[in-house]
Structures are given as structure tokens and as C-alpha cells.
């Protein structure tokens, strides 16, 4: 491409989130082929292209976005510059403008970090690493300094819709379908977020590379499994060497330290990560609340990289996670389906409250991921194969093996053919909450390595098969109570697209139709998601209700889910106010889950027997103390 010469040096070129106006489903499908149309590139090619780009990089605080000039022609005399990113991090309540910079070169980037010099205070621990930033020019001539550069720079920026703008784009679709693929196309992992993300990988590995040159830092989860939202979490493995890729008829060999408890590996490893939160903590730039988890199941290490705006766990026992996201980047590559369609419910689900991002006892974006995949094996015909038809396709270049567990499976998809199924988007939704509110949870569990539902071996509440690890149930954290509350919003959704299939045409430019009429947030706070409308209190607390009919001077003509809200219902003599306690239509059910009420004599029978309760244990409390201290008194 040919610039004229009274080009400015650097474009500032903003790239807004828009889909294609054809509808998705219409395009041509293809197992190689990924979802936006490009050809399908293998996981590990991805992964060590994405590890190239870090490797050229050097992240750079800069005073604004005017500064990228000068930034430009000082990184110009150490290298080709190829890419620039621009981005806004706050940090202390103080706005930081950051800009990504990648190098033709990875020997231009050693150049320049060789020309960094450390800042002049002595207060500070001078550390070498890809994180710098830029100080002003000492001189008025520098500014002037012209360099000669073959081409141009842009500055990429990249800018994600608000919730407004997203709602306005999606109340202007034509249809539901394409409400999916635009939510999809505004709430995707961007391209500067994942760079952010194998570059924050790198600066762990840039930071242990005196004792351990060979480290290698590798993202896993929403990161890298195509199904990571924009600020989503950074998980990361941290391997410090690979025995397997030596020459073992080497004659020289490393003196090594033997290890104190080598006897038990999970000691051994717990201790070093000890002295590596340590050194995230005090050393590497960036790094903030360094929380160390080394109790849980895998030992974790939680802090944020404030410069790069996200909040990370690394582990070093974890490399089945990494298959693992392989393993679903698979399957959002085989159909161009698959990531909108789990776009939509994740954000149906953190939306009403279904999901949380604290761990509990609450459904996981992971359960939920493999509940949407397990409904696409089970469509006629299938959407995607199950897991356990690319096991039988593997080859030998894919066997995989990570802490005894057996990772095999395909990773080539163009030896898969094109799924018959011409659904869209629109159709596959439905079914999913068609499918889900007809399924058995009580009995029948999940697997996507068969595609099929089985008898539960254990009496879990909801019972989803590893994928690797067969033997395990990834929703064991689930109670019976956010089972019934996934089962009770999956009905509330099915019968609110019936509801909007009646009467799409006067729901569209009025009111909130198709998604955003999913997404409506439920009105329980987190801290309240306990109490649920579809908990009979009175049941549980074996409270009996009598009804009483309405005074004939003034009847109450109104369904139970207003009587429950109006302010002036009738009271009767007894005290209680008036319920209908007959049997919702499915009509009826939907509103009263839609509106997540609790009936005023439902709070008022718990408070008054929770107290009553609470009186009485204080008053057996103070009579068990008293008879107790009357039998050592008499024994003295």
C-alpha cells in the first residue's frame, strides 16, 4: 500500500464491534472453517503464534495518545515497529494510557529493553522487564527529529459497546437470531485482549527465566477456549522446565538441588509456589494483591496486573486444563453456531442470577458451557459429534497425557464433515430451554463424551461428566436449591419466547423482545438468592393457612401474583391478608417467576417463627447452662 509523503506518521484508526447483516446461520458451514469465516487454525498453532507476538512486544505508559509519535520513533531505532495498541487502565482512582507496542523482531525488542534505563530514585527495585514507560524529551529539538520509516503505524483502538448501545443494537435486529450473533460479536474476547493476556504470561516467564530459562507460562480457560468474554479472568500454568523435549545422550548435566520433601510432590509444590508469590509481590511491576490458595485442590497463586487491567491465577499442576480448553476450542470451531448460542445463555444466566463470579455452590460457566454443547450432540440432527467419536479419530500425533490422564482426541477438524442440521440460531435456543425443562436432573446425568444422559451414580444434585477426568462430576458444588432455581429460570425463559412469539410484531420498537427480554436481571440480590418464589415456606416451617373469602362489599378481582404487590389488599379480622392458593397455569407460573415475589404472609410466618425460635434456644441455652453448673457445684 503507497502513502503520499504529507501522510501523518501515525493513525489513530478505532475499530467499533459490528456483525454481518446476512443471517448467520445461512452461511456456508464447514467444520474447518472457525466462526467468523476464516480458515480454522489448530489450538497449538494459535497458542504459539499468540507466544511469537509476546515475545516482540513491549508494553509502554505513555502521558496520551498524542505521545504515540514520539513513541514510535523511539522504538523505530531499535527495529521494525508492526503494531500498536492503544488502551485505558485505572489504577488508584488515576487513569493510565497504555500502548502496546509489537516489533517485526524479537531481537529488536532486546535492543531496546538493553537501551531502558531504571528511574532515578533510589526507593525503587530495578527490575528488567517488557513494562516501561515513556519520559518526556529533555530537548525541543528531539521533538523535530525526523527518522526515516518505510510505512506507517496505526494505533489501534479498540471500543466496546456499552449495555445501552448493545440493548439499542439488539432492539433493531430483525430477528432473535441475529440478536444472538450481534451479542455475540459485542461481548467476544477481543483482539488486543488477547495479546494483553499471553503478554501478561510472558512477564512471569520473563521474571524466572535467570533460574529457569525454559519456564513457560501458558493461558487455559475463557482465555484461550473461544468462549471468554471481554475482562474475563486470566488463568495461567506455569511449567518451569520439559524434561520429555531433551537430548538425553547429552554427557554434561545440570548440578540440581535435590528437593527437602520430595517424597510428597504436593509439599514440594506448594513450597515454590510460596517463593513465587513472593516474588510476583515484591519484584515484578504491576502486580497487586497476591493471594496465595495453596490449600484448595490445585494450588493457586491470585493477584491482579493492574497495568495490563486484569485479575490472574496461576497454578503448576494444571496442564489438563490447558487440553481442556483445547478441547472446547474444538467445539466452538466445528459450527458457527456454537459460540453465539453459548454466548446467549451465559449471559442469560449471569443475568438472572443463575451464575456467579464468586465460587459456591452456584452453576459454573463451565457446567453451563457443557450443558449447551451436551443439548447440541442431542438436536437431530446432532449440531457437533460427541467427545467420544474424536477420541476414535485420533491419531497418533494427537495423543496427549497430562497428570495420568488421558487428553486424546482429534485436533485436525478437516477430517470431519459438515453437520446436517440447518437450525438457526433462534430455533436452537429455544430448544435448548425446551430441552432442559423436560430433562430428568433428579435422576440422569450428563456426558458429552457419549452424548447421552445416564443413570447418576451419586446422589448429587445435578451430575455433569468430566470430559478427561471421567470419573469426576465438574457441577459437584451444585445444591438442590440452585438446581431448582437453573430449572425454574429455564421454564421462565421458554415460556417468555412463547410468549414473545405471540406477539413479536407489537413487542419490536415498544418494549424489550427476544433476548432482552431474557436478560431482564432478577431482582434478588446476591446476597438474598436463598429466598426464591419457588420455596413454600409454609411447607417447610409446617404452617397451615386458612383461606378466607373476601368481604362481599369489596371483592378481589386480581390474579395472585398482583394481590401479592397491591398495598391495599383486604386484611381480614385474623390478621392474615388474603392468598389464592390454587394451582397456576403456565401462564400464571411464568409471571410469578418473572416477578420473584414472596407473599407478605410468607415473611411474616418465618419471622415470627424464626424468633420464636431463636427466643427458645436462648432460653433452653441458659437452663442446659444453669442445670450444668448446679452438677458441678454439687460434685465439688
Known amino acids: 500500500m503507497l502513502f503520499s509523503h504529507n501522510m501523518p506518521l501515525l493513525r489513530a484508526i478505532k475499530c467499533n ?89 524479537a531481537e529488536s525488542l532486546e535492543k531496546a529493553l538493553q537501551a531502558t534505563r531504571s528511574p532515578p530514585t533510589e526507593r525503587i527495585i530495578p527490575v528488567h522487564s517488557p513494562f516501561v514507560w515513556l519520559s518526556a524529551s529533555r530537548t525541543a529539538s528531539s521533538n523535530r527529529k525526523k527518522t526515516n520509516i518505510s510505512s506507517t503505524t496505526d494505533i489501534m483502538q479498540e471500543t466496546v459497546p456499552s449495555n445501552e448501545e448493545l440493548q439499542l443494537q439488539l432492539s433493531q435486529s430483525r430477528d432473535l437470531s441475529e440478536q444472538i450473533q450481534k451479542s455475540y460479536e459485542c461481548q467476544k474476547l477481543t483482539e488486543l485482549g488477547s495479546r494483553l493476556r499471553f503478554f501478561t504470561c510472558r512477564q512471569v516467564e520473563v521474571a524466572l527465566s535467570g533460574l529457569f530459562p525454559q519456564a513457560c507460562v501458558l493461558p487455559f480457560g475463557s482465555s484461550v477456549n473461544s468462549f471468554g468474554r471481554i475482562n474475563c479472568d486470566l488463568d495461567m500454568i506455569l511449567e518451569l522446565f520439559d524434561v520429555t523435549n531433551q537430548d538425553t545422550t547429552q554427557r554434561l548435566v545440570f548440578q540440581a538441588k535435590k528437593s527437602r520433601s520430595a517424597a510428597n510432590p504436593r509439599i514440594t509444590m506448594q513450597r515454590h509456589m510460596e517463593v513465587i508469590s513472593d516474588i510476583l509481590d515484591n519484584f515484578v511491576p504491576g502486580c497487586s494483591q497476591v493471594r496465595k490458595i495453596l490449600a484448595a485442590r490445585v494450588p493457586i497463586i491470585k493477584y491482579r496486573q493492574d497495568l495490563t487491567d486484569m485479575e490472574c491465577d496461576l497454578s503448576m499442576a494444571n496442564r489438563s486444563g490447558f487440553y481442556m480448553s483445547e478441547m472446547l476450542y474444538l467445539y466452538g470451531s466445528m459450527d458457527k453456531r456454537v459460540r453465539p448460542l453459548v454466548f446467549a445463555i451465559r449471559k442469560w444466566a449471569k443475568d438472572r442470577h443463575v451464575t456467579s463470579p464468586y465460587a459456591g455452590r452456584w452453576v459454573t460457566n463451565f457446567s453451563l458451557t457443557l450443558l449447551v454443547l451436551f443439548y447440541l450432540m ?208 403456565p401462564v400464571e407460573r411464568t409471571k410469578m417467576l418473572k416477578e420473584e415475589l414472596i407473599m407478605p404472609s410468607d415473611l411474616n410466618g418465618l419471622v415470627t417463627k424464626l424468633k420464636r425460635n431463636v427466643v427458645q434456644k436462648n432460653a433452653n441455652g441458659k437452663k442446659n447452662k444453669k442445670q450444668k453448673f448446679n452438677k458441678v457445684m454439687y460434685k465439688w
Open 378 to 585: 442431542r438436536t437431530s440432527p446432532p449440531v457437533i459429534p460427541p467427545l467420544q467419536m474424536l477420541i476414535k479419530l485420533a491419531g497418533d500425533d494427537d495423543v496427549r497425557t497430562a497428570e495420568s490422564i488421558n487428553c486424546t482426541f482429534l485436533r485436525d477438524l478437516k477430517i470431519l464433515t459438515a453437520s446436517d442440521n440447518k437450525q438457526s440460531l433462534e430455533d436452537l435456543l429455544r430448544g435448548f430451554y425446551e430441552f432442559y425443562d423436560k430433562f430428568d436432573f433428579k435422576e440422569r446425568g450428563l456426558s458429552v463424551v457419549r452424548g447421552d444422559d445416564f443413570v447418576k451414580p451419586e446422589h448429587n444434585a445435578l451430575y455433569i461428566q468430566n470430559p478427561l477426568e471421567r470419573e469426576l462430576n465438574v457441577s459437584r458444588n451444585v445444591t438442590l436449591e440452585e438446581l431448582e432455581r437453573l430449572r425454574s429460570e429455564i421454564t421462565h425463559a421458554r415460556y417468555r419466547l412463547e410468549e414473545d412469539t405471540e406477539h413479536i410484531e407489537e413487542q419490536q420498537g415498544q418494549q424489550p423482545w427476544g433476548l432482552l427480554s431474557l436478560w431482564g436481571a432478577s431482582h434478588k440480590p446476591q446476597a438474598h438468592r436463598g429466598l426464591n418464589a419457588s420455596i413454600d415456606w409454609q411447607e417447610v416451617f409446617h404452617i397451615q393457612e386458612q383461606e378466607t373469602p373476601p368481604t362481599p362489599d369489596k371483592q378481589l378481582n386480581v390474579s395472585p401474583v398482583h394481590a401479592a404487590t397491591k398495598s391495599n389488599e383486604k386484611v381480614q379480622s385474623n390478621g392474615e391478608k388474603t392468598r389464592n392458593n390454587s394451582k397456576f397455569q
Open 17 to 105: 464491534i459490528v456483525s454481518p447483516r446476512i443471517p448467520f446461520h445461512l452461511y456456508n458451514r464447514n467444520y474447518c472453517h472457525s466462526g467468523a469465516g476464516e480458515s480454522f487454525v489448530p489450538f497449538d498453532v494459535l497458542v504459539s503464534q499468540r507466544r511469537n507476538e509476546a515475545r516482540r512486544s513491549l508494553l509502554v505508559e505513555v502521558a496520551g495518545l498524542p505521545s504515540s509519535t514520539d513513541l514510535h520513533q523511539v522504538c523505530s531505532q531499535y527495529g521494525a515497529v508492526r503494531k500498536m495498541f492503544h488502551y485505558t487502565t485505572r489504577h488508584s482512582n488515576v487513569n493510565k494510557e497504555m500502548i502496546l507496542v509489537e516489533f517485526d523482531e
